[in-house]
């Protein structure tokens, strides 16, 4: 059974040592008691957030914000992420009413670091001996034990990154939103995408390809001109914008970002999270092939109703292009957790991009796997391995 946070000492502080609570509780207990702590509230609750986001095994909260004060001058936190790859490379700074709040990271690969933060933070500069807070973040009543007493040259690195440490803007940006329109079109849909994914801190970046009829499915010329066309244009998003790059797809536009991922082992550009809608890849597509080195999350909009889908792999016209299918109508084959897929009657070719599925489909999708990339980090690194030693040379 979790034990509850202690009463403070004599001197308005939690007593020595690592005490361990619920986010609810902390957020109760030290984000309420005055209308100074209340302008914390959501700050700290973006803490949270943002920790679980990343994946982070363990966060610690100190400084004079887990006292009695009514006025709490600062927030020290600390993040601990399972790998160092996994720590955030920029620092921005955030104020909070004129308050500091201060976010360091380490990683549990490092653990003499991790538990020099540690401790730094439960004693201060000057070696207070005062308790601080670990928010257990996935209810595994996991508290932390500092394995490592700090020796003098290790503590004196951790303390001056502690003296010198930096305001942290935890409101990153969600990522670079690409969308790929289908053919007759120049996605006029883009129109309701763009305002809801900018509002919502995307960077959006409509790939065009001009209204371009049918017959390019008969061209197999054609289509990969448009395929080389967007091959330069992702390269040069990804080396313009900074972010992981994320996908709606629809149409032909899901045959053009199925042919980019299928003509490289390890492609350039990696996706994030793909959106696809009136499919017609085919449901064959090899997609635990594309898992963690081409892309990470999937959601396909089967749409049984959908009346340009429908007639795909029945014209012997389409030729031998083996990408072609009828995956938004039928589904893919392929059962795999990164793939989800959802099947709506009521969708049909050119219906389904809308503000209702937008708002509360698509983009709470795109924001739940924002930090897919970082989750798929280990499967990457075997896969490229393992081409690596089939190869003997590096892509």
Wanted: glycine share 6%; aromatic share 12%; proline share 4%.
């Amino acid at each position: 059974m979790k034990k509850k946070l202690p009463d403070f000492n004599t001197e308005g502080v939690l007593p020595a040592g690592i005490h361990l609570c619920s986010g609810e509780e902390f957020i109760e207990r030290f984000c309420k008691a005055s209308t100074e702590r209340q302008s914390f509230l959501k700050p700290v609750a973006d803490i949270l957030d943002y920790s679980k986001m990343r994946n982070a095994r363990y966060l610690f909260i100190g400084g004079s914000f887990v006292s009695n004060k009514e006025k709490p001058n600062d927030l020290d936190v600390v993040i601990v992420f399972s790998k160092s790859e996994f720590i955030p490379q920029r620092s921005e700074r955030l104020a909070i009413e004129g308050r500091k709040l201060d976010v360091m990271f380490c990683a549990l690969d490092d653990r003499k670091i991790a538990d020099a933060f540690v401790y730094l933070l439960a004693n201060g500069r000057y070696g207070r001996n005062s308790g601080l807070v670990q928010v257990d973040l996935y209810d595994q009543n996991d508290e932390w034990q500092i394995r490592h007493e700090p020796d003098e040259e290790t503590y004196e690195i951790v303390k001056r990154v502690y003296v010198n440490r930096s305001y942290i803007d935890l409101n990153e940006p969600e990522g670079i939103l690409v969308t790929i329109h289908g053919l007759m079109s120049n996605g006029m849909w883009n129109s309701e995408i763009a305002p809801i994914a900018s509002s919502q801190g995307w960077t959006f970046a409509p790939f065009t390809y001009g209204f371009t009829s049918p017959d390019i499915l008969l061209n197999g010329s054609k289509r990969k001109e448009v395929v080389d066309s967007f091959r330069d244009w992702i390269y040069e998003i990804k080396e313009k914008y900074e972010g992981e790059i994320s996908v709606i797809a629809h149409s032909f536009g899901t045959y053009i970002l199925g042919a980019y991922m299928d003509g490289f082992e390890i492609p350039p550009v990696e996706f994030n999270s793909v959106i696809l809608t009136g499919s017609i890849l085919n449901r064959d597509y090899d997609w635990d092939s594309a898992r963690a080195i081409k892309v990470c999350r999937v959601l396909n909009e089967v749409a049984p109703n959908d009346e340009w889908v429908t007639w795909m792999p029945n014209k012997n016209w389409l030729g031998k292009d083996k990408l072609f299918g009828t995956s938004g109508v039928d589904g893919f084959t392929q059962e795999i957790d990164i793939l989800t897929e959802s099947n709506n009657k009521i969708f049909a070719h050119n219906n389904v991009i809308k503000k209702d599925v937008i708002t509360q489909k698509w983009m709470p999708f795109l924001s739940a796997n924002k930090y897919a990339y970082c989750s798929e980090y280990e499967l990457r690194n075997r896969k490229a391995f393992a081409l690596y030693d089939k190869k003997g040379k590096w892509f």
